[in-house]
């Protein structure tokens, strides 16, 4: 399993070290940003699992920062990624407006680390729900496409089969000419069938192949848990307050 | 704050980025250079034309998901 990415972008070095130790112990890859200019370019480089923004910083604030992913096409790739916001203001207007820009989770600093791990752990455990609920869809989707396609199959091949069925039926084997003209019609029909059968094999390849990456990327909700679990076992031994 | 030729840069960039996540590393490779060009101060550009040329020498798994695996270290 690939170690969750957590960016933090934070002015203040001394936050950064406190993260970078303890996630760090928690199994989580840490990067770190002293400003949002610099953020913007880990997130490119690196496109991390979740964003830790300080709002009040130098040059591009959390908030500009939190804009451009979210509403800039240019960084259309990075707008799912969830985002926690630190702020010093406990103001109910700041946090409204963030959460209207599409943050995930907001916390006023001094902050416990305990409280700030549980947060994290559960925007990462929301954001993956999220996902798997997505490729469910996906699979729900291809599956209702194939039964769409064996629909289309069954009808379209019912009337040939009925009409070789009547036209044999109705065939005077003595008469050679009518017989020659049977062996064209089976031959026709059984041309088409097989280019239809043709086509329906390869949509069920394509969706087989497709519904077998989808379940590769699928957990069970057990597992998410446990995913989970592994990263905050530690959790009580490392609690610790930071300002 | 962001400079014009950065905006560019970085919408080319993420040009790239489609192709690269395609494993078309040529073709990524073709608007990473593009975008270092316009914005050479850019450094996730810079870093994405070193990975494109590795991949085009050393192709990434079959089942490559778009993430840079570290060999070294």
Redesign the interface.
Known sequence: M?KKKILIIDDEQINLDFFDVMLTRLGFVVLMAVDG?EGL?MI??H?PDLIILDNIMP??TGW?LTKMLKKDD????YRDIPIIMFSAMDAVKDKIEGFELGIDDYIIKPFNFSEVLARIRAVLRNHELSRQVLLREKRLALTDSLNKSLIYFTEHLKTPVLGLVEASNALDTSDLKSVEKFKEQVMIEAEQTLAALGGLEDEVQKLQESDGSLRAAELSLGELEDRFREHFKELHENSGELK | ??TEAK?KA??L??RG?DFYKKRDFQEALKYFSAAFKTDPT???SN??IARCQEYIDNPPDEGWD??YGMKSK
């Open positions: 690939n200019e370019e490119r480089e496109v040059r591009l500009e240019a960084y259309s790739e | 704050m962001i905006r970085i919408k960039f993420a980025r850019d450094e996730p870093v994405f778009g993430v």
